[in-house]
């Protein structure tokens, strides 16, 4: 006989699905971490690593990790290799989004579940589930699903209007997605933002230029001022470094895509490093996991961690659900971290390092670091930090006492206390050092790498060149290349044998720019010392400027 029980249970997106239950205790990437074409877990820090995630019922208490994975959703759901349900105990956006848009606009469903740790808890010992439009079965027990809609939103008369199509058919599909997702989010209402950055302008795989055409076709225009995240080629001189025809003239025109909707060619996953750069309390609409870190952690700009393509559609309304760290009691901390760090520094990998740790420590909370009060971080390794933490965690922010502009906020009343011992920064270095020993390759920019990086390495070279066999590749922002270009440095780091390479960047790049034949990989940053092995097949070793 089944036992029917009614405990929150809300079915976000998609409706009849089946299949075996894969519960992972640990939050998963899905870029970076999926294979897009196959379905099978490539993250080589992963738990499930070499597990399909094709046609299953995948249980995660949130997803982590670049806002990139919305894409790969989409692109496993467009080949047929999609998970068959996801199902999150906690809240999610990221695949949520991607599940919405792949049925939304692709007619692709994806089923979508946020319900509660009870009944997460006992679908993770489940072999099967089944799920309907209105009941969730496994076993002998029945859940009964509650459908978000846009009945759960109030919206003002011009946001009604868009939403009834007064801006054209493309506005109309991006006010939709953006209400079901702020629905999902259990926002209440939207609020304005004053600008956006787009980050599903990497050929990852075939759905994001499918995406990025299909809306484009549709006549859609941001109507924000909009920066685009770093691409797959360098723009300019993609043909004259041999990459193929086939694959360089699709990613310029994914890039020219966004492009034409408005969109200014930044091409750079830094967009903080700007001159324009977001404010305190400007309330604006980022994708990309670092930059967003960044911008709400240390700049005190306030964004959520939008998804791919929701990142175009809040920028086409001008409008984000109004929820989570846009709020003032939305950027809390939800747990202290006491760091035993030591009383000075001579290694800046140290913050990569702590960033990374504190993600494992921090996988769907904000967190609050104490300890560090002594030392000294300049922005880049604030950026370091952030880009690492940003790969093990979903969290959209963090603090650190002594040193971001909001460590001040009194945490939640329920907030967790932690410590972070040396022995967990001495284990998670040796986690994100598994790679050869005899380095070829010395990986800078992941994120895009600052003047002040850039006038670092040309400093510690000296008189010096690299070493026979090695290669240095710096991935570089526009606006920056232009500032090293005019401070007289590009013709010196050629002489130090340093290659400079705008638009695109480590998390993007291919052979030919990827040198082939590489045997040894290192890099100063954790955010692709944890990607690397999932993207090039490599391990790396990880090190501050100076090791490289």
Known sequence: MSKSITPEARIITGANASGRVLPSAEGLS??????????????????????????????????????SGSGVLLQLALNGHAPAALVFSEKEEVLTLGAIVSDRVFGRPVVVLHVSRTIYDQLALAETAEITDTRLRFGDTVVNLRRVTHEDLRLTDPEQALLAGSAGHAAQVAMDVLCRMAAADGAEELLEITRGHIDGCILAHDANLIFAEKIADLGARVSVPTTINAISV????????????????????????????????????????????????????WSESNAVLYANSVLGARTAKHPDYLDLFIAICGRAPASGVYTENGRRPEIVIDVAAPDTLNDESFWPVIGWQTGLMAPDRIPLLTGLEQLRP??????????????????????????????????????????????????????????ERDIDLVAIGSPHASLDEVQGIAALFGDHRCGDNVQMIVTIGRDVMRKVVAEGLTERLRRQGVRLIPDLCWCSITEPVFPAGTCGLMTNSGKYAHYAHGLSGMHARLGGLSDC
Not at 246 to 264: E, I, K, P, T
């Open 30 to 67: 899905f870029w970076g971490g999926v294979d897009p074409e196959t379905g099978l877990i490539i993250d080589a820090h992963h738990p499930e690593h070499g597990v399909s995630v094709a046609g299953r019922i995948l249980l995660m208490p949130t997803s982590r990790g670049s806002c």
């Open 234 to 285: 360098d723009r300019e001189n993609w043909k004259s470094q041999g990459v193929p025809e086939s694959f360089g003239a699709r990613a310029s025109r994914l890039a020219d895509a966004y492009v034409r909707m408005g969109a200014r060619p930044t091409f750079t996953c830094a967009p903080y490093l700007l001159d324009d750069a977001p404010k305190a309390g400007e309330l604006i609409g």
């Open 378 to 435: 300049t922005t880049d390794d604030l950026k370091a930090f952030c880009a690492a933490f940003a790969t093990t965690s979903g969290a959209p922010m963090l603090h650190i006492a002594g040193h971001t502009p909001e460590a001040h906020l009194h945490p939640r009343s329920d907030a967790s206390r932690a410590s972070m011992s040396r022995q967990d920064i001495a284990g998670a270095w040796y986690d994100l050092n598994q790679g």
